[in-house]
């Protein structure tokens, strides 16, 4: 159990494109998830905070225009990155927090690489 | 924001020797994770040591937490190439917030 998935896994656009990336636990509720993006041979970076039903939280520095969070239920949450830009270029990673659950019912998805020509 | 910071940022042994990782916080915490990730991949939760704990074992992995250093360290004994991976630390700081910070991480490579 607990088993969250990224689509698309991996997705090559053009510049000026929009993306969508889906975040969704499969086997559990997710009152909260978590965006991440990760440079080549560097850390997690959280972007934002997703609460299902209301708006994002974003971290200083993350264009919220930029990167559109939306949790429509439970189980999804996406993001779009708006008008990609080669710079966007990067690993997404989300993490789903199980409802009610301790800290380490965090789970996380398998990541999608954006590559941005 | 980025807290956690491991050190070596690149270990490298022969397989069969123990790995000695270490992560290093700023600010308060209520749990400390460790996370491993193969290239490419997602990350695989390891282990989680609460505040109030010094050690915790799971398997081939020990991890001590030295909250008056905010420090910790993550041993893994016996290693196997299977081993290969880089490994973060992650802090949580409670109060309800399940945010994790995560550290720079380090890159084990275990030498057949």
């Known amino acids: 159990g607990a088993v969250v998935s990224q689509h698309p896994s991996r997705v090559i656009c053009k510049s000026g494109t929009s993306v969508k990336i889906e975040c969704r636990s499969l086997?559990?509720?997710?009152?909260?998830m978590f965006w991440y993006r990760q440079f080549p041979k560097k850390s997690l970076m959280l972007m934002a905070t997703?609460?299902?039903?209301?708006?994002?939280?974003?971290e200083q520095g993350v264009e919220k225009d930029k990167f559109l969070i939306n949790h429509a239920s439970l189980t999804l949450s996406t993001l779009t990155v708006t008008s990609a830009h080669p710079e966007d270029s990067s690993f997404y990673i989300c993490?789903?927090?199980?409802?009610?659950?301790?800290?380490?019912?965090?789970?996380f998805g398998p990541g999608t690489r954006l590559l941005v020509l | 924001s980025q807290q956690g910071e491991e050190d070596p940022q690149a270990l490298s042994i022969q397989e069969g020797e123990n790995a000695t990782m270490n992560c290093s916080y700023k600010?308060?915490?209520?749990?400390l994770q460790w996370y491993r990730q193969n290239s490419g991949r997602g990350l695989v939760h390891l282990i989680l040591?609460?505040?109030?704990?010094r050690e915790k074992h799971s398997g081939r992995l020990r991890v001590t937490l030295d909250t008056s250093k905010k420090s910790s360290s993550l041993l893994i004994t016996a290693s196997r190439a299977a081993d290969t991976a880089s490994y973060f630390c992650?802090?949580?700081?409670?109060?309800?917030?399940?945010?994790?910070?995560f550290g720079k991480g380090t890159k084990l490579s275990v030498i057949p």
């Open positions: 997703s609460n299902e039903g209301s708006k994002a939280t974003y």
């Open positions: 992650a802090t949580d700081s409670g109060a309800g917030s399940y945010q994790l910070t």
């Open positions: 993490s789903a927090q199980k409802v009610a659950g301790a800290v380490e019912t965090q789970y």
């Open positions: 086997d559990f509720q997710a009152t909260t």
């Open positions: 600010t308060s915490i209520n749990n």
């Open positions: 040591i609460r505040s109030n704990e």
